[in-house]
């Protein structure tokens, strides 16, 4: 492929984007294996009754995901993109028959291990090559469609594992869903996608934006731009962690079925999937600092409001309210730092990113978990929705206008 045949742009290359989004969607896919029925999975295959060991595996997938979205972001001009999309897939295939076999929790935490792994390398992947293929005028467009794939299909996942365990036992017969997934997502990597390292050379080709000297440090500290969206980006995962871990357990206490924590756990992914096919496009056009500021606003008053009804229409309300504002501020986070980096530092700086917004989900999951042991479930939810207000607050004062 010459520089000359290569085109940018999301209609120039909407086979291979499709594909990428599909793809995508078996990434989420094996998050939302685990979304609704860990706690119960816990609870009754291995006697844990902790909330900080319970969270113990969001602790562990967090960690682990973290540094492979940092590693991802380092080896994907030196690797390719496809090279590392293939290893992550790899990497998810045994998860689901450890799971399904495990005999001890630590089972469970070296399948979580795998699975961060997994997520890190496949969904940077995924990010890096969709807005290697589109260019600037599409990337929160493609943005907003990568990330609806991939948390709609958590959603989807999510409830369908809340069914099959209400109906088939909480093992088991989910995991099943875990197998076909990684199967189909190797297969179609190996022999349909295509890297895009050559459309990297093409825009960097002709782009003005400077140079960082310090991808990581002015990422994570230094950059306003940068370094505002890399701390909303933990925040908005710290309390993602506290969802995934303690919402289930919350709905638990108020006696409802596995079935119906299936769908208030499954309406926040699907709002926050769906809303990014409008949100990813809202980006292209207006202003990205007000999204990242209404977006963490409406997550912090949502979590604040969970503890005070035990109503399912309310709860649904409260996770769909959730889902609005995690939508706005999600494609918003990639689509600003493709905008604020050279092409060629894209990668690594998204990788830093990516780093420390996922983090977030094991700082979540430990003081969500620390706090709900030693004071109460009410006060480790009421904790997370303060520190996502601050969050926001810290977009509206540092960030510059973008």
Request: hydrophobic share 50%; net charge positive.
């Amino acid at each position: 492929m010459t520089q000359k045949s290569i085109q940018l742009g999301l209609k120039e290359n909407w086979r291979q984007f499709v594909l990428l989004v599909i793809i995508n969607a078996f990434v989420g896919g094996m998050i939302g294996l685990e979304r609704t029925i860990f706690p119960e999975f816990a609870s009754s295959e291995f006697g844990v009754a902790s909330k900080t060991a319970i969270l113990s595996f969001i602790v562990a997938f967090g960690i682990t995901k973290a540094i492979s979205n940092y590693f991802a972001g380092k080896l994907a001009n030196r690797m390719g993109r496809k090279t590392l999309l293939l290893v992550g897939w790899l990497i998810a295939i045994p998860v689901p028959f450890i799971l399904i076999n495990a005999s001890h929790w630590n089972w469970v935490i070296f399948a979580n291990i795998l699975l961060g792994i997994n997520q890190g390398l496949t969904w940077s992947s995924t990010v890096v090559m969709k807005i290697d293929l589109v260019g600037e005028k599409n990337r929160g467009l493609a943005m907003g469609l990568n990330e609806f794939s991939g948390y709609f299909a958590v959603g989807v996942v999510a409830f369908l594992s809340g069914y099959i365990a209400d109906r088939y036992g909480i093992t088991p017969y989910p995991f099943y869903l875990g197998i076909i997934i990684s199967v189909l997502g190797f297969i179609i990597t190996l022999f349909w996608v295509k890297d895009t390292k050559h459309f990297v050379h093409k825009e960097h080709a002709t782009s003005t934006t400077g140079a960082l000297q310090n991808i990581f440090k002015e990422t994570t500290f230094t950059n306003k731009t940068l370094s505002s969206v890399t701390q909303a980006g933990l925040v908005n995962n710290l309390n993602d962690g506290m969802i995934w871990g303690l919402l289930p357990i919350i709905l638990l206490s108020f006696n409802y079925s596995t079935d119906n924590i299936g769908i208030i756990a499954a309406i926040y992914p699907t709002v926050w999937g769906i809303g990014q096919l409008f949100t990813g496009k809202m980006s292209d056009v207006y202003s990205k600092k007000a999204m990242l500021f209404w977006g963490m606003l409406l997550q912090g008053i949502a979590i604040l409001s969970i503890p005070y009804t035990s109503s399912f229409f309310l709860l649904a309300s409260i996770s769909a309210i959730l889902g609005l504002g995690t939508a706005l501020v999600y494609p918003t986070f990639l689509s600003t730092i493709a905008q604020a980096t050279n092409p060629s530092q894209r990668a690594e700086s998204i990788g830093t990113f990516r780093l420390w917004r996922d983090l977030g989900y094991a700082i979540g999951a430990v003081i969500s978990g620390i706090t709900a042991d030693l004071f109460g479930v009410t006060y480790a939810v009421l904790l997370i929705g303060i520190l996502t207000i601050i969050s926001s607050v810290i977009i509206k004062v540092r960030m510059p206008s973008i």
